[in-house]
């Protein structure tokens, strides 16, 4: 009985062992870069002319992900003969020039080209304003931050779920041991069943650290042209504010949007001005953290959710959206069940 007793032991030190790495690796990934939900992408005839505006979601060597204005996905290539230009507002003076690496995650283009014969499309000219390349430079300078923290913690997922598989072979090895000790079979069997379930929902659990789940959202609007916050949207944010600081785990996604009121470009810019505004307020007077933030980004008119043709629209649609998300992964605890040791 002793030497069963050894084995029992070493099972259980095995499995919470694992069980702890597991929950520490978790705590790492507190700020994750969610985007938005994937959309299937847009197939693009041969030969077909077309001209599309969006922002660019992902950049290759010599290729780039769009998101249409009207949330479609392009693949979309270029090469030497591609012109890329400035689209400029003042027809008396002569387009800047630009290079491929000036192309950035982020970054208002405008494509105009003819599908490739494999669904993408070719760009045969690439335009886009002096602002929105400031304000890519800008978004990257944040993001790539934040991407390298990410990969960081990928590779420490990666060793855990490595680390957890050698376990798991290490427990068979003590199973078929405790199989052989005289009186114990039973026992050391149901104790490595429920070491092995505890590996296999710790497993689960690193698979869904970026899941995420709204736990709260509120709306907050402005006044025409304004990125100020009125005291009704303060409040707003404090009661977002105090809902975060009570979660595990939290992150706050803000984003930013306009009425059809100004120009496209004017609007985009203060789409941005109210999304900062938000971010600012959520630091400055409650302490939040920035690396709880999402990255904040200003949707200029997109998105509208009333009628920008009315009054009462075109102020529903001056607006920020704020909400905390709850990582899945976090929130779910590992249960096993234990064996009842036989006397």
Do not use: C, W
């Amino acid at each position: 009985m002793n030497r069963l007793s050894i084995l029992r032991a070493l099972v259980v030190v095995v499995s919470l062992s694992l069980t702890t790495q597991a929950l520490a690796t978790s705590a790492l990934a507190q700020n994750p870069v969610s985007s938005g939900e994937s959309t299937r992408m847009t197939q693009v005839g041969s030969a077909v002319k077309m001209k599309v505006k969006g922002v660019i979601l992902r950049r290759e060597d010599s290729s780039f992900i769009l998101r249409s204005d009207m949330g479609s996905d392009y693949n979309v290539r270029f090469n030497a003969t591609t012109k890329m230009e400035e689209k400029k507002s003042n027809p008396f003076r002569g387009s800047k020039k630009y290079a491929e690496a000036q192309l950035l995650p982020g970054l208002n283009v405008e494509i105009e080209g003819r599908g490739d014969g494999s669904g993408a499309l070719a760009a045969e000219k690439i335009k886009f304003s002096e602002g929105d390349l400031k304000m890519a430079v800008t978004v990257n300078s944040q993001v790539v931050p934040i991407e390298r923290r990410l990969g960081t913690t990928e590779g420490r997922l990666a060793r855990t779920e490595q680390n957890a598989e050698r376990l798991s072979g290490q427990l068979e090895e003590l199973h078929q041991v405790a199989n052989l000790a005289k009186g114990g079979a039973a026992a050391a069997q149901d104790t490595a069943d429920a070491a092995i379930d505890g590996v296999n929902k710790t497993n689960d659990r690193i698979a869904t650290l970026d899941d995420y789940e709204v736990r709260t959202s509120k709306t907050v609007n402005f006044r025409v042209g304004s990125a100020v916050l009125s005291p009704d949207s303060r409040m707003a944010l404090d009661e977002i504010a105090t809902q975060a600081k009570s979660e595990r785990g939290f992150a706050i996604e803000v984003r930013g949007f306009a009425s059809a009121d100004g120009s496209e470009n004017l609007n985009r810019q203060l789409s941005q001005r109210r999304a900062d505004a938000v971010v600012r307020y959520l630091a400055e007077q409650h302490d939040i953290p920035l690396r709880r933030i999402i990255l904040p980004f200003g949707y200029g008119e997109a998105m509208a959710i009333a009628d920008n043709t009315t009054r009462d629209g075109r102020q529903q649609n001056r607006r920020v959206e704020v909400k905390v998300l709850i990582s899945r992964g976090l929130t779910t605890p590992v249960n096993v069940s234990r064996p009842v040791s036989a006397n």
